[in-house]
C-alpha cells in the first residue's frame, strides 16, 4: 500500500523568496516519486520525478527536490519564487515494482499562493 | 506533437443517467490511465489500459468502466451517476509503465 502526506494546504510566499512545499511519501516496495503542478481549470504538468537514480532532481522552471529514504521524505523547492508559480501542487508515489507499478497515488495537494 | 485530448470539456448529466468520456493518449503511447478529481482533492486511480485490457483498477466500484481502443484511445463510463460522481475526469497516457502526461479533463456536473 502507498500514501502521501502534503504538509500545509497553503503555502504563501513573497515574490523571490524561497519556495518549500512538503511531502512525505509510505511505500511498501520501493518508490518512484513525481510532482505535478495544476494550474486552474488544467490537467497536471510533471515538475520533475524521482526514479531510483540521483537522489536530487532537478525539474523545469526552477524547481528541484531531494529524495531521502530515511525520512521518507520529497520536499520540493525553488530558490525564488516567481508570480507565475502561483497554483496548485501534488506530490504522487508509484511503485517501481508489483502492483502498484504505474499506478499514481497523490497527495491532497499545495495551493502556492506567491505575493508581491 | 498533440498532446493528450479529452472530450468533452464539461458536461451536465442527472442522477441515473449514464456518462462517456473519451481520450486520445500522446502519440507514441499505448497505456491510458484514468483519474477521478473530486473539487479540493488530489486525484484518485480509477483504471489503467493497455493493450484493449484492463491492466490495474482503483477503489472504484464496477459503475465505472472503460474500454482501449485500438488506436490506443479509451473511454470512460459511468452508469447510474450520483452527485458524488461530480468531478473533473482526468485522462493520462504513458508509454508503457512511464511517466504519464495529463490531459486537461472533462468536467462532470451531476444535480
Known amino acids: 500500500a502507498q500514501s502521501v502526506t502534503q504538509l500545509g494546504s497553503h503555502v504563501s510566499v513573497s515574490e523571490g523568496a524561497l519556495v518549500l512545499l512538503r511531502c512525505n511519501y509510505s511505500s511498501s516496495v520501493p518508490p518512484y516519486l513525481f510532482w505535478y503542478v495544476q494550474y486552474p481549470n488544467q490537467g497536471l504538468q510533471l515538475l520533475l520525478k524521482y526514479t531510483s537514480a540521483a537522489t536530487l532532481v532537478k525539474g523545469i522552471n526552477g524547481f528541484e527536490a531531494e529524495f531521502k529514504k530515511s525520512e521518507t521524505s520529497f520536499h520540493l523547492t525553488k530558490p525564488s519564487a516567481h508570480m507565475s508559480d502561483a497554483a496548485e501542487y501534488f506530490c504522487a508515489v508509484s511503485g517501481a515494482g508489483g502492483t502498484s507499478y504505474g499506478k499514481l497515488t497523490f497527495g491532497q495537494g499545495t495551493i502556492l499562493t506567491v505575493h508581491p | 506533437d498533440a498532446g493528450v485530448t479529452q472530450s468533452p470539456t464539461h458536461l451536465i448529466k442527472t442522477r441515473g443517467q449514464q456518462v462517456t468520456l473519451r481520450c486520445s493518449p500522446k502519440s507514441g503511447h499505448d497505456t491510458v490511465s484514468w483519474y477521478q478529481q473530486a473539487l479540493g482533492q488530489g486525484p484518485q486511480f480509477i483504471f489503467q489500459y493497455y493493450e484493449e485490457e484492463e491492466r490495474q483498477r482503483g477503489n472504484f466500484p464496477d459503475r465505472f468502466s472503460g474500454h482501449q481502443f485500438p488506436n490506443y484511445s479509451s473511454e470512460l463510463n459511468v452508469n447510474a451517476l450520483l452527485l458524488g460522481d461530480s468531478a473533473l475526469y482526468l485522462c493520462?497516457?504513458?508509454?508503457?509503465?512511464?511517466?504519464?502526461?495529463f490531459g486537461p479533463g472533462t468536467r462532470l456536473t451531476v444535480l
Open positions: 493520462a497516457s504513458s508509454p508503457g509503465y512511464n511517466e504519464q502526461f
